[in-house]
T-cell receptor, first 111, second 113 residues
Framework: NAGVTQTPKFRILKIGQSMTLQCTQD?????MYWYRQDPGMGLKLIYY???????DKGEVPNGYNVSRSTTEDFPLRLELAAPSQTSVYFC??????????FGPGTRLTVT | KQEVTQIPAALSVPEGENLVLNCSFT??????LQWFRQDPGKGLTSLLL?????REQTSGRLNASLDKSSGRSTLYIAASQPGDSATYIC????????????FGKGMKLTVNP
């Protein structure tokens, strides 16, 4: 049981490039989330999903897109990367609104 | 605005002390509250989850309490050890909103041998 896995662990992007952050969970959780963590700040919700085919915006969705075609996977797409998207990105999952389990994170730098 | 506050931002103590970490929130209508631990460069590890109907939860040397009327939760760590050094983060799921957690900024704990 791997829990929540994220790839890649690190990435450097140039301004204007695009990429997809991968997230997979093997706990059969219906809820999945993407957060970003900036230094000295609390985690902010980017997008979340309450089940396959259902996604919704969080607090800071601009510049990101998500899809949820399966229960297990919840990829986060960055289009036209900007320096403001330099951050650490965490994926999490839960069974309904219960305890959330986090992945190890992806550290992204946009230069 | 629904907010979660953790004060102080950092704490340094000698090994063996019993610790109380504080978390305050602005709206008493909560769904649940979760305490996490984060080690440097790592993800968040869930420590305890308290449902709105509960007053406290215990796991080993950890005890978390919830007082909705005063908008407060405390995480009690008994007999602290150097291995407890980490950032502790409080997060609240509020009623009536989306399924999101609102996170505090965390408190960095250092336990000195």
């Amino acid at each position: 049981n791997a829990g929540v896995t994220q790839t890649p662990k690190f990435r450097i992007l140039k301004i204007g490039q695009s990429m997809t952050l991968q997230c997979t969970q093997d706990m059969n959780h219906n809820y999945m989330y993407w957060y970003r963590q900036d230094p000295g700040m609390g985690l902010k919700l980017i997008y979340y999903s309450v089940g396959a085919g259902i996604t919704d915006k969080g607090e800071v969705p601009n510049g990101y897109n998500v899809s949820r075609s399966t229960t297990e996977d919840f990829p986060l797409r960055l289009e036209l990367a900007a320096p403001s998207q330099t951050s650490v990105y965490f994926c999490a999952s839960s069974l309904f609104r219960n305890e959330q389990y986090f992945g190890p994170g992806t550290r992204l730098t946009v230069t | 605005k629904q907010e979660v506050t953790q004060i102080p931002a950092a704490l340094s103590v000698p090994e063996g002390e019993n610790l109380v970490l504080n978390c305050s929130f602005t709206d008493s209508a909560i769904y649940n509250l979760q305490w996490f631990r984060q080690d440097p460069g790592k993800g968040l590890t869930s420590l305890l989850l308290i449902q709105s109907s509960q007053r406290e939860q215990t796991s080993g040397r950890l005890n978390a309490s919830l007082d909705k009327s005063s908008g407060r939760s405390t995480l009690y760590i008994a007999a602290s050890q150097p291995g407890d050094s980490a950032t502790y983060i409080c997060a609240v799921s509020f009623q009536g909103g989306s399924e999101k957690l609102v996170f505090g900024k965390g408190m960095k704990l250092t336990v000195n041998p």
